[in-house]
Each structure stands twice: as structure tokens, then as C-alpha cells.
């Protein structure tokens, strides 16, 4: 679950995220070539805004909007899901509108409640996610590494480098 009970942890590095950003960017672009290409990404704030730009550059996508939502006010816990700013009009109407032509792009699902709320925003737009945990994971169209739902994911921009004590001094016995 997307809370304390989430015990295991996934530590992505930048380096990690950039590589694993592309390998998202590398399969949009498939999906791009089938369906006609991507006019403008939408991405979530605010972790959708580190791979949105790493998309974007890939993909060559110049047109760039957010929504804004936040529903984890505190670490690992998971309060009110508030949408603090919608779709703007202009991208909200591209190819008839409902999201055709939209790219939304989120860091990750986890129990798929932000994603629930901007589909249903968008509701013809391409998803795609770097990370998935399995409540999310049939919300997405795309995305590139599946965690399990008791993991909970550290993203470079919330983590810096410490001391690690020898393994010998915590080591038991
Ligand atoms: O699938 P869910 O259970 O809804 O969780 C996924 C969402 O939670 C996190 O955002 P958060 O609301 O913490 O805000 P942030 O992006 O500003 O960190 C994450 O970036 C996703 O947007
Ligand atoms: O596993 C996670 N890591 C970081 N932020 C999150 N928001 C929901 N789940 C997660
Ligand atoms: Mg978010």
C-alpha cells in the first residue's frame, strides 16, 4: 500500500532515473510512430516534471502543460487528493479535445488515485508512467519497471548523500 506498511525500499539515483526516463522515451516513441505522434505532454506535478522534461527532449515535444495535484502531504502518507490547477484550455482542445494527441507523464502509480482523477480529465490521452506498482499498473499505457506495492520508491531529488557505517560496526554478533 501506498503508506508506512510500505517496507521495502527502491532507491533510484539520477543516473538510474535519467536511463530508466529514456527507456520510457524509447517506447512513446514506438507509440508515437503508430498513432500519429504526440502534440503536447501534460505532466503531473510535481515528480511528472523530472521525466516530462527528459520526454520531451527525446521525443522533441515543445508544448508543455501541468496539472497540479498533490495527494502525499507527508512522507509515505497518503492524505486528501487535491487538484491545485486543471488542463489548460489550448491543450485541453488539441485534435477535437478529451486528450487526443496528449501525452500525460507522471514519475509513477501507486494506488492509481492521481491517475484516476487526470484520465478522467483526459480521457483519450496516451499515459505513461516510469514506475508501476500493481493497484496503478491498469491505469497506464505505458511504463517502464513494475515495483510491488510494499516498496516504496526513493527518487534522487528527495534523497543526498550520508555517511553509511562500516557493515562490520552494525554487523550483529
Ligand atoms: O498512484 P497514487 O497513489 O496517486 O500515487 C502516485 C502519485 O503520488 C506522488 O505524487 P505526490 O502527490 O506525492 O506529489 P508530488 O508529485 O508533488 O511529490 C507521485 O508523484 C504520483 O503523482
Ligand atoms: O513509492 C513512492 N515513492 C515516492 N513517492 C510516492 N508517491 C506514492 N508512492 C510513492
Ligand atoms: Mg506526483
Redesign the pocket.
Known sequence: M?DARADKAFPVSWDQFHRDARALAWRLAGEARATGGFDAIVA??????VPAAIVARELDIRLIETVC?????DYKT?GG?QVLKGVEERVAKIRGGEGAGVLIV????????????VRAMLPKAHFA?VYA?P??RP?VDTFVTEVSQDTWIY?PW?MGLSFQPPIREGAPG
Not at 507522471?106 to 482523477?117: F, S
Open positions: 501506498a503531473i506535478t510535481r515528480g511528472g516534471l495535484v498533490a495527494s502525499y502531504h497518503q487528493l507522471d514519475d509513477l502509480v501507486d494506488t492509481g488515485g492521481t491517475a484516476r482523477v508512467t506498482k493497484m496503478g491505469l527518487f528527495d
